[in-house]
């Protein structure tokens, strides 16, 4: 089993995340020593990998995805920022 490492959790976006089959793409991470927003890339072992989300954090990830919803539609597309202050900001 993967877990998060780091900043991988700040690059995710709403299409890394499957809540059906309750897992996580993990395809990018952040470099924060690059900037105030950091610098996108493939996370620090060059590889993806699948996370895989406990039951109750799926439950958590859907209200939080449709709390987000309800402030702006742009929140949620595909390419959106989970966990940014804006639909493609990092928090």
Same mark, same amino acid.
């Given at each position: 089993?993967?877990?998060?490492?780091?900043?991988?959790?700040?690059?995710?976006?709403?299409?890394?995340?499957?809540?059906?089959?309750?897992?996580?793409?993990?395809?990018?991470?952040?470099?924060?020593?690059?900037? *105030?927003?950091?610098?996108?890339?493939?996370?620090?072992?060059?590889?993806?990998?699948?996370?895989?989300?406990?039951?109750?954090?799926?439950? *958590?990830? +859907?209200?939080?995805?449709?709390?987000? *919803?309800t402030?702006?539609f742009?929140?949620? +597309?595909?390419?959106a920022?989970?966990?940014?202050?804006?639909?493609?900001?990092?928090?």
């Amino acid at each position: 089993m993967s877990t998060f490492q780091g900043s991988d959790p700040i690059a995710l976006q709403w299409r890394d995340i499957d809540l059906l089959a309750g897992r996580i793409a993990v395809m990018c991470s952040v470099d924060e020593d690059k900037g *105030a927003n950091g610098s996108v890339g493939l996370p620090k072992n060059g590889k993806t990998r699948v996370v895989d989300i406990l039951p109750g954090d799926i439950q *958590a990830l +859907k209200e939080y995805k449709a709390a987000r *919803a309800t402030v702006a539609f742009e929140f949620i +597309k595909p390419k959106a920022l989970v966990f940014g202050v804006g639909a493609d900001s990092h928090m």
